[in-house]
């Protein structure tokens, strides 16, 4: 079992190694994140975001809107549901700024395209350039 832990340990490495952006990667190239690899490709915007600021990332997910900070204005935010503590109740994805796109209804399937940056309480976000409604549903529940 220990060997296990291991293995999905290096393989967990990898993944977030080959998913990468290199040092030279164009800004004007579009970081897909997939379905595929949907959980390692968001942590590796967390862990490595002095990589991505500034840079284009374009994820399908749901759309929600969680209450701001004490009484604040709402958080939007594009999300696939993941592995928590009981079962699916995880969250994986990003806090969006909506800019000039209209907000679409909570629990609607969007494509969202936006610049990585920082926001003024130091959360990662996509400033979003595109949000679009798809009609076809990706995968909800992601475990990788």
Do not use: H
Not at 30 to 56: A, H, S, W
Not at 67 to 72: C, V
């Amino acid at each position: 079992m220990k060997n296990m832990k291991i293995i999905g340990l290096v393989f967990s490495a990898a993944v977030l190694f080959l998913t990468a952006p290199s040092a030279g990667a164009n800004e004007g190239e579009i970081y897909e994140i997939r379905e595929r690899m949907f959980i390692q490709q968001c942590l590796d915007v967390y862990i490595n975001t002095d990589e991505y600021l500034g840079r284009t990332v374009r994820l399908e997910g749901i759309y929600s809107e969680f209450p701001g900070r004490d009484g604040g204005n709402p958080v939007a935010f594009v999300y696939r549901k993941a592995p928590g503590c009981c079962g699916d109740d995880g969250m994986v994805g990003f806090i969006v700024l909506l800019e000039d796109n209209p907000a679409p209804e909570p629990d609607a399937w969007v494509e969202a395209t936006g610049k990585v940056e920082m926001t003024a309480r130091s959360e990662v976000a996509l400033r979003l350039s595109s949000l679009r409604v798809l009609e076809q549903r990706g995968s909800e529940f992601v475990n990788n």
